[in-house]
């Protein structure tokens, strides 16, 4: 195979990928799917994709198609990245893997029965920030990483969000916070312990029986005796959007911004600190979709204007670009079906202990 013919189904936040497809010598993207078909054929007109699904299971009958990536509700991942593999589909799908330990354990089971690929697209491991601090602890200027946090907070407590949302539990969406601190020292989550904080409008309480207006957890890692803190927050809890890891090392340290553009610190000794300016990473992508990757840019294609860079830190193309480079070189992708479901289960399973008082839990090791 010398290029990855790709169906995107999902055309919200998904329609930002199609263009890094179309740009990209080793992918096209070869049809998309969306249910609303008024806006799925406004979509294909104006960037020249001739097929088009209002069907998902139709579009997986397309043998034209080696391969989906999976944008779509997040109840919906589970069971469309399942029928994709039985499919004969590799999959790329957004966060979180699934809303089960069940799809987890499925969704493992068939990548590694059927040799198919499956990229869980966690931005949070490819944003610039990130590529930076794990450039700084690879050379050794870290030194021993002692501690690890990480918080997601979100107020999605505005009208407008699909209804499955309200009420959610925190950390049933935990990879944003948990992926960069399990990544950057490489071993997967072996316990959580958890504890839930304030409560939540009675109605979001009802469809999911969960009071928490925040859930922070703490992990282990196996072979490791670092220990990390996540916090997440989903409604009535004021704060600026935050997607944050902050990491302690012998050497040098990291925190996050506390507001947005205000640079993150780095700290090399007791009393030195500095905002550091965060680099682009285009120059770590190939070329034809390093643009991508810049800060505020403006992707104009075809009279569709997709921002790219800015939004998740410029993670994009270095996700379309794994992914693709996992499957044309048949080797399992960096954010692969077991460390997808090793991170939600991570969250799944950190709910459950703050619903016991913080019984501490083993996440299972697939």
């Given at each position: 195979m010398e290029k990855l013919r790709i169906g995107?189904?999902?055309?919200?936040?998904?329609?930002?990928?199609?263009?890094?497809y179309q740009?990209?010598?080793?992918?096209?993207?070869?049809?998309?799917?969306?249910?609303?078909?008024?806006?799925?054929n406004e979509l294909g007109d104006k960037l020249g994709i001739e097929k088009r699904y209002t069907d998902y299971m139709e579009m997986l009958g397309d043998p034209?198609?080696?391969?989906?990536?999976?944008?779509?509700?997040?109840?919906?991942?589970?069971w469309m990245s399942i029928e994709a593999l039985r499919a004969g589909k590799h999959v790329a799908c957004t966060v979180t893997m699934a809303?089960?330990?069940?799809?987890?354990?499925?969704?493992?089971?068939?990548?590694?029965?059927?040799?198919?690929?499956?990229?869980?697209?966690?931005?949070?491991?490819?944003?610039?920030?990130y590529?930076?601090?794990?450039?700084?602890?690879?050379?050794?200027e870290v030194g021993r990483i002692q501690f690890m946090r990480g918080s997601h907070q979100?107020?999605?407590?505005?009208?407008?969000?699909?209804d499955y949302w309200y009420g959610m539990p925190p950390m049933f969406y935990p990879t944003h916070a948990l992926g960069p601190l399990?990544?950057?020292?490489?071993?997967?989550?072996?316990?959580?312990?958890?504890?839930?904080?304030?409560r939540i409008n009675e109605e979001y309480i009802k469809q999911y029986n969960s009071?928490?207006?925040?859930?922070?957890?703490?992990?282990?890692?196996?072979?490791?005796?670092?220990?990390a803190e996540v916090s997440r927050s989903l409604f009535d809890t004021i704060r600026q959007y935050r997607e944050s890891f902050d990491i302690y090392g012998t050497k040098k340290s990291f925190e996050w911004e506390q507001i947005v553009d205000e640079n993150p610190v780095v700290f090399s000794g007791f009393e030195d600190a500095e905002r550091i300016e965060v680099p682009d990473t285009d120059h770590m992508l190939p070329s034809d979709i390093g643009g991508f990757a810049l800060k505020n840019q403006i992707i104009d294609d075809q009279h569709v204007s997709f921002i790219q860079g800015s939004g998740h830190g410029g993670s994009h193309p270095h996700m379309v670009h794994e992914f693709v480079s996992a499957v044309l070189e048949n080797r399992p992708a960096h954010v692969s079906a077991k460390v997808g479901a090793n991170w939600t289960m991570a969250g799944i399973l950190a709910h459950e202990s703050a619903m016991n008082g913080g019984k501490i839990l083993e996440i299972p090791q697939l």
């Open positions: 995107v189904v999902g055309l919200g936040f998904g329609a930002e990928f199609i263009p890094i740009k990209y010598g080793k992918a096209e993207c070869v049809a998309i799917c969306r249910r609303n078909e008024e806006k799925l034209d198609i080696d391969a989906v990536h999976i944008n779509s509700d997040l109840k919906e991942h589970g809303m089960t330990e069940a799809e987890c354990r499925q969704i493992v089971d068939l990548e590694e029965k059927t040799g198919l690929k499956y990229m869980m697209m966690e931005t949070a491991v490819y944003t610039r920030e590529l930076y601090f794990k450039k700084l602890y690879e050379a050794g979100q107020n999605m407590s505005l009208p407008g969000w699909p399990s990544d950057i020292i490489g071993k997967p989550v072996t316990t959580v312990r958890c504890l839930g904080s304030g009071p928490f207006a925040m859930e922070t957890a703490q992990y282990t890692f196996k072979d490791s005796d670092i220990v």
